[in-house]
C-alpha cells in the first residue's frame, strides 16, 4: 500500500513497502517555517502552478494503445465498475482522475486519492508497473498543494520524486514512465536538481519517437513536452525545431493543435511566461 502513516505519534511519509511507514525527516517545522521568505513561498506556489497546467494538458496520451477503452471519465467509471480487475482500464482512470486534480479546485483532493485508488490496485498484482507506480509518484507531487506549510509542501514534492525514481530504476524502458517524469519534473524549481534526469529521460523517449516507435499521438507529446523543457532552459530555436517536427506528423490530430499553441506563444504556461 501506499498511504500516509504515523507511527510513535510522529508523521509518516509515503512508503513502498505494505503496511509500512518511513521515519519523516523533521526538516521544516511549522515553528521554523515561519522563517522561509515570502518571496520564496510565492515563487514556488507559481511554479507549482505552471506544473499543475502542464499535468493537466497530458490528456490520456499513453504509449501503450487502450483505444479500444472509452475515452471519457464517466464511461470509464462505468467500465472499471463491471471490470475492477483490469489494469489497463484501471490506470487510464487514474491518469483522467490525475489531469483532472491537476486543474485544481475543491475536488482535486478526492480525485488524487480517487488516483491512489486505482493505482494501489493495479500495484497490488502488478508491483512491478512500472507507470503505474510512477503515476502514483506523480500524483504525490500534485497533492503538494494541499499542506499549508512550506516544509510539507516540499516534503510531499520529494516524497513523489523518490515514487517515480524508483519506478524507472525497477523498468527503464517503460515509455509511458519515462514521460511521466520527465514531464512532471520538468516544471519543479530549480533547488529540487532534476534537470539531469529530465534531459536524460527526454533524450531516451526521442531517440525512439524519431525512429517512430510509439504511437502517432504519443509520439506528438514527446515532441511537445521535449519541447517546451528546450524552450525551459532557454533553447528556444530547438524547441520550435522540436514543435515544428512533431506537428509534421499528423497536423489534424489534438496534440498538433496544442503544438499549434505553443508555436503562436497562446499557451496558459507562454502566458505565464510574460508576466
Not at 137 to 153: D, I, L, M, N, T
Not at 219 to 239: N, P
Request: proline share 5%.
Amino acid at each position: 500500500m501506499w498511504n500516509s502513516c504515523s507511527a510513535g505519534g510522529r508523521s509518516g511519509r509515503w512508503s513502498s513497502e505494505p503496511g509500512g511507514c518511513l521515519r519523516v525527516d523533521r526538516g521544516l517545522t511549522p515553528t521554523n517555517a515561519l522563517r522561509v521568505p515570502t518571496g520564496f513561498i510565492r515563487a514556488f506556489a507559481t511554479l507549482l502552478t505552471s506544473l499543475l497546467l502542464r499535468l493537466a494538458g497530458m490528456a490520456s496520451i499513453t504509449a501503450v494503445d487502450s483505444s479500444h477503452l472509452p475515452s471519457d471519465l464517466p464511461a470509464l467509471e462505468a467500465y472499471i465498475a463491471t471490470h475492477p480487475t483490469n489494469n489497463l482500464a484501471l490506470i487510464r482512470t487514474a491518469l483522467e482522475y490525475h489531469n483532472q486534480a491537476a486543474f485544481g479546485g475543491k475536488a482535486a483532493k478526492k480525485l488524487i486519492q480517487q488516483t491512489k485508488d486505482c493505482l494501489e490496485k493495479v500495484l497490488a498484482v502488478e508491483p512491478r508497473n512500472a507507470f503505474a507506480k510512477a503515476l502514483l509518484g506523480s500524483a504525490v507531487v500534485v497533492s503538494a498543494r494541499e499542506p499549508f506549510w512550506p516544509g510539507a509542501k516540499i516534503k510531499r514534492v520529494r516524497d513523489g520524486i523518490v515514487i517515480m525514481d524508483e519506478a524507472i530504476a525497477m523498468n527503464p524502458d517503460d515509455a509511458d514512465a519515462r514521460f511521466t517524469r520527465a514531464s512532471n519534473n520538468l516544471f519543479l524549481p530549480g533547488f529540487f536538481d532534476r534537470r539531469d534526469v529530465v534531459e536524460e529521460d527526454f533524450q531516451w523517449l526521442q531517440s525512439r519517437a524519431d525512429r517512430g516507435e510509439f504511437p502517432v499521438a504519443f509520439r506528438q507529446y514527446v515532441f511537445l513536452y521535449h519541447g517546451l523543457a528546450r524552450k525551459q532552459w532557454d533553447e528556444k530555436e530547438r524547441a520550435e525545431r522540436l514543435w515544428k517536427a512533431g506537428l509534421a506528423i499528423d497536423p489534424k490530430t489534438k496534440v498538433a493543435e496544442e503544438i499549434r499553441k505553443e508555436l503562436a506563444g497562446k499557451t496558459a504556461l507562454s502566458i505565464l511566461d510574460k508576466e
